[in-house]
């Protein structure tokens, strides 16, 4: 049959699965959106601005396991994606970006409204097109399905003329995909594996440190068994947090540079540290000459580029977390590592670093402990970044997979409110929370009109300290409290939020966090809670930057405070 470009486009969506668009209109995608009516079971949802697009197609595809799609325009709109596409590609999240370009006689010629956007794309992108034959157009769009969703997962991009959308031509859909060049593997080599079960077998302070790769490649389950099975500590990273069951007693919560102290300890003390779908990223492994000096390393990665690329490793394994669980698995021998466990218990016990002071003063750990401890097992919970953000992963004891979505390799502030967008669309059924910086919050505020106009029954905690808070405490302790540009001037968020008809409310006083929290969870719509939290509270642990593990300074000593958490408490 023959269709024009858009409707091919359109065609190729459908039968990839795709449930939502996140985009926005402008002249060089007219002729998509002209198409839009004839696909009634794919949704467009209309973003304020595209950087929310590829946000909300990023988070919905952290949540679902499938590839987000969003739309932009030529010129600006393209570009407004960019951060958007940076963000998934840090944090290896597959999109399919479609922009609409300027005519293909244009092209090059600084036409209205052009930008080179695959060029502008080519380092944050697995691949992108610019597609200047209607006949290529089937074939790309299968290909880069295939390319965002396979592998590392990514984002991909492609650019389509506005005179490519409006050609017609016989419509083929491929079945099947081929690139010579592109070959993912998946199944880890075997003698590898062996290799790594010995080590296992061998070792007496043995760590796994889990992170995205487990939660791309679902391997919850397989995870587990080799914990149980080896009676090994398991350590989150950022991305990891949801990969394993916060309730589980061999679950230690987050390391690195705001990590719990014991981690950061017991990573120094091992003898082997086991890294499961995750890249030893800076924040992770601090000073690294300094990391795990007392330990070999298996590194387990779909990525043979991460292989190696910032620790020395003994067991390299390239191939999907979940397959090569699979195979592993059998092959380690059932063990117990009792001094272990209680020599990271003795660092725990003296070194709570996440027990919260019994003051009167609205402390924002607190509040999102409480928000935690309120809403239920099946919550999910978005957050932007910054201080916030560390306290929301740090107190994040959940068991849901994949219920934590945060911005890790990037660490986009304004990732919040969009991000929340996805998740709710992915899980209408859910309870979504967005914990947000109130200056994060800013950046992409003008979303709470898609929430309205969708009626998405978003939860909103701004935790509000009047402070861009993670770099005040930076200027605080490392710049001689030389405090610039990190005051905040605010609107009233209360009022911000019913002018958009959203419900608002604002807490001052501590014993109103939980009724309110209570009370939005109650609230059938969209809530916007302005908690103004004690403006100079410090995040702790922290690392300064530039040094060890090791060096990670504890949150000080307080008089009272909450009992610190048992192994495989919430």
């Known amino acids: 049959m023959k269709l024009t470009g858009a409707q091919i486009v359109m065609e190729c ?24 009516p004839q696909y009634p079971k794919i949704r467009h949802i209309s973003v304020r601005h595209e950087q929310a697009a590829a946000h909300a197609a990023d988070a919905y595809s952290r949540v679902t396991g499938k590839a987000g799609v969003c739309w932009a325009t030529s010129g600006p709109g393209a570009t407004n994606l960019v951060t958007g596409i940076a963000n998934a590609w840090m944090d290896s999240v597959p999109l399919v970006c479609v922009t609409g370009s300027v005519v293909s006689w244009l092209i090059g010629r600084d036409g209205f409204q052009e930008a080179d956007i695959t060029g502008i794309t080519l380092p944050i992108t697995k691949q992108n097109y610019l597609v200047l034959d209607v006949d290529d157009l089937a074939q790309t769009m299968r290909e880069a399905f295939h390319v965002a969703t396979t592998g590392r997962p990514g984002p991909v991009l492609i650019d389509i003329p506005r005179d490519i959308q409006q050609q017609e031509t016989e419509f083929t859909y491929p079945e099947t995909v081929d690139i010579p060049s592109y070959k993912p593997v998946a199944k880890g080599h075997s003698g590898q594996i062996q290799k790594a079960a010995q080590l296992i077998k061998e070792a007496e302070r043995p760590l796994i440190l889990a992170g995205h790769g487990v939660i791309i490649s679902q391997a919850y389950d397989e995870l587990k068994e080799l914990a149980e099975r080896a009676h090994i500590p398991v350590i989150c990273t950022l991305l990891g947090l949801g990969g394993f069951p916060g309730s589980h007693e061999l679950f230690m919560g987050m390391p690195g540079m705001h990590g719990m102290y014991w981690n950061n300890m017991a990573i120094g003390d091992a003898d082997l540290v086991i890294g499961i779908g995750m890249r030893f990223d800076d924040r992770v492994t601090g000073r690294l000459k300094d990391f795990a000096s007392n330990a070999k390393i298996v590194h387990i990665d779909i990525d043979p580029a991460e292989i190696g690329k910032n620790v020395k490793t003994a067991v390299p394994i390239v191939g999907d977390v979940k397959a090569v669980l699979q195979e592993l698995n059998p092959l380690v021998e059932p063990a117990r590592h009792e001094e272990w466990m209680a020599h990271i218990q003795k660092i725990r016990e003296e070194h709570p670093s996440i027990a919260i002071p019994n003051v009167k003063k609205i402390l924002p750990q607190y509040v999102i402990q409480q928000v935690y401890e309120q809403s239920g097992k099946d919550a999910y919970f978005v957050t932007g970044v910054g201080q916030h953000q560390m306290w929301a992963a740090q107190y994040f004891w959940q068991d ?83 405090l610039q540009s990190v005051k905040m001037l605010q609107p009233d968020f209360v009022r911000l939020a019913e002018a958009f008809g959203i419900a608002g409310m604002r807490v001052s006083e501590k014993e109103d966090v939980i009724p309110a929290i209570e009370k939005a969870i109650r609230h059938p719509g969209a809530v916007v809670i302005d908690f103004e939290v004690e403006q100079h509270e410090d995040l702790f642990p922290a690392m300064p930057p530039g040094a060890a593990l090791a060096e990670t300074v504890d949150q000080p000593k307080f008089e009272e405070a909450r009992e610190p958490k048992k192994v495989g408490t919430r």
């Not at 039968?15 to 198409?35: H, K, S, W």
């Not at 709470?448 to 770099?471: C, Q, R, S």
């Open 13 to 36: 969506l459908a039968r990839e699965g795709v449930e939502f668009i996140f985009g926005y209109p402008g002249g060089a995608n007219l002729p998509l959106y002209d198409t839009l």
């Open 400 to 482: 849901n997979p994949a219920s934590f979505i945060t911005s890790g390799g990037l660490g986009t502030m304004g990732f919040e409110v969009p991000a929340a967008i996805g998740a709710q669309f992915a899980r209408p059924k859910n309870l979504v929370w967005s914990i947000a910086g109130d200056g994060g919050f800013q950046m992409t505020l003008q979303e709470l009109a898609t929430i309205a106009e969708y009626e998405l029954p978003i939860k909103f905690a701004i935790i509000n300290n009047n402070f861009l808070g993670m770099v005040r405490q930076w200027q605080h302790m490392y710049y001689e409290d030389n």
